[in-house]
């Protein structure tokens, strides 16, 4: 929504908006003459032409209410944002379950260092654009797209990249089949002049891309694909080191500034990406090796007592077992997972999954549930995860307040371990209270 604004604002339309919190991007909203509330109130509708809202908004919202009353145009983000893409020459959709924000980072690196002049929406922050959003000429458009309530079926992408394909958002999708088939109804979007780009190892691909009508490049690691990792190494570090053959073209000694095999993928179709548009292969190339990730990915936020604090958004069963599986190739002593789950509808249709997703953590604390769009109606609690956890002889332990959490890691962390705050919702606050020593212990 902020990447929105900054675009409506530099094309000099008055905007203004309400969220439920300050945060650093409401004041750059300010600063480029935005009016921003704080709180959602039917007080903020004045004077406006078009309300534009998110999934997240609920229909008893008092703006939105106060709006139909007063007869005013509303529009879902997704809607608009779709109509925003048929302004631009070429537009670039980036859709999956995970990996979404680290592979549209990767592809804005590259895009931007290329003779291209790219608009980009990002859904985090990336300091190389200085933040979530870059606003270029009209020739290209790159966004995230993201399958919630079938949204990215309102987009007009002339390429589309898919990075894999899971059982998510089950508060809306019925089961894997419908995510499926809503994939498949994304990739039947894209004109025969553009392109599918997708992961060949995920299991669903071959699905997709019969419903594809536009050429299809494919990329993976294990299956045959037209552009393949090969090769690959890691170092103490973490970071990875492969060679790519796309088709008949290998390009030796590919490394990353980012950690894990899933950027390896995620890599994978950067590269598919924007070499299928024309940029060479040594910009290309050059730019991954720059890109070390947005904020809240794998982010390493500081040291205390030795002790590493990582934050990292991870919020889905196979993102904690990726980035777990990514904390352990760095040499370090215990890795310590804190997790605050996401949404209530999410952690009762995964339990099972969330249950066996800890077993590379060698202490794990798990926090309340971060409601999001969601209202708590008792139908599942973070201590039902805990026991699930616990079935798994992992160790683990349930910790409602941040402030004692932040206090039992500081007495009981050792010298080298690793702290990752895992996450969507607000559980990075934990690392913060540990790097500026936050804790009152008189309490």
Not at 79 to 98: C, D, P, R, W
Request: aromatic share 8%; with cysteine.
């Amino acid at each position: 929504m902020s990447a929105l604004a900054e675009i409506l604002l530099s094309n000099g339309y008055k905007v203004s908006g309400s969220d439920m919190k300050y945060s650093p991007i409401i004041e750059k909203l300010r600063q480029k003459g935005a009016k921003i509330y704080i709180g959602h109130s039917e007080e903020n509708i004045k004077d406006i032409d078009l309300i534009v809202y998110t999934s997240a908004i609920s229909n008893d919202n008092p703006e939105l209410v106060k709006a139909k009353q007063l007869n005013i145009p509303t529009i879902d983000r997704a809607t608009f944002l779709g109509q925003l893409m048929k302004n631009y020459e070429n537009s670039i959709a980036v859709a999956g379950t995970h990996g979404k924000t680290t592979t549209t980072g990767m592809l804005s690196i590259i895009l931007d260092n290329s003779e291209i002049s790219p608009t980009i929406l990002l859904g985090g922050k990336l300091d190389q654009i200085g933040g979530n959003v870059k606003l270029g000429d009209n020739e290209c458009l790159l966004t995230e797209a993201c399958e919630y309530k079938g949204n990215f079926l309102k987009f007009y992408p002339t390429t589309g990249i898919i990075l894999n394909i899971e059982e998510d958002h089950l508060d809306y999708f019925k089961d894997i089949n419908h995510i499926v088939d809503t994939f498949k109804d994304f990739a039947s979007l894209i004109p025969s002049n553009g392109a599918l780009i997708i992961n060949n190892d995920d299991e669903h691909a071959s699905q997709v891309i019969k419903k594809a009508n536009c050429n299809v490049i494919t990329f993976g690691i294990n299956n045959n694909s037209d552009i393949t990792a090969t090769n690959i190494k890691f170092n103490n570090a973490g970071f990875p080191t492969f060679d790519v053959k796309i088709k008949d073209k290998l390009i030796e000694n590919v490394t990353l500034g980012v950690m894990g095999i899933h950027n390896i993928y995620n890599s994978l179709a950067a590269i598919a990406c924007t070499y299928n548009i024309g940029i060479s292969t040594e910009t290309i190339i050059s730019s991954l090796k720059s890109y070390t990730g947005t904020h809240r990915r794998f982010e390493t936020k500081g040291k205390v007592n030795n002790i590493t604090i990582i934050d990292d958004y991870a919020h889905h069963p196979t993102e904690i077992k990726t980035t777990l599986d990514t904390a352990k190739k760095i040499k370090a002593n215990n890795v310590w997972c804190i997790f605050q789950p996401h949404t209530y509808t999410r952690t009762k249709a995964l339990l099972n999954e969330f249950s066996h997703a800890f077993n590379d953590a060698d202490k794990v604390i798990v926090t309340d549930i971060y409601a999001a769009r969601e209202k708590d109606t008792g139908i599942i609690h973070s201590k039902d995860l805990v026991n699930k956890i616990k079935s798994q002889d992992v160790d683990v332990v349930y910790m409602k307040d941040f402030e004692d959490i932040a206090k039992y890691i500081f007495k009981n962390a050792d010298d080298g371990d690793i702290v990752i705050t895992m996450g969507a919702g607000d559980i990075f606050k934990v690392g913060e209270m540990l790097l500026n020593n936050q804790m009152d212990y008189s309490a």
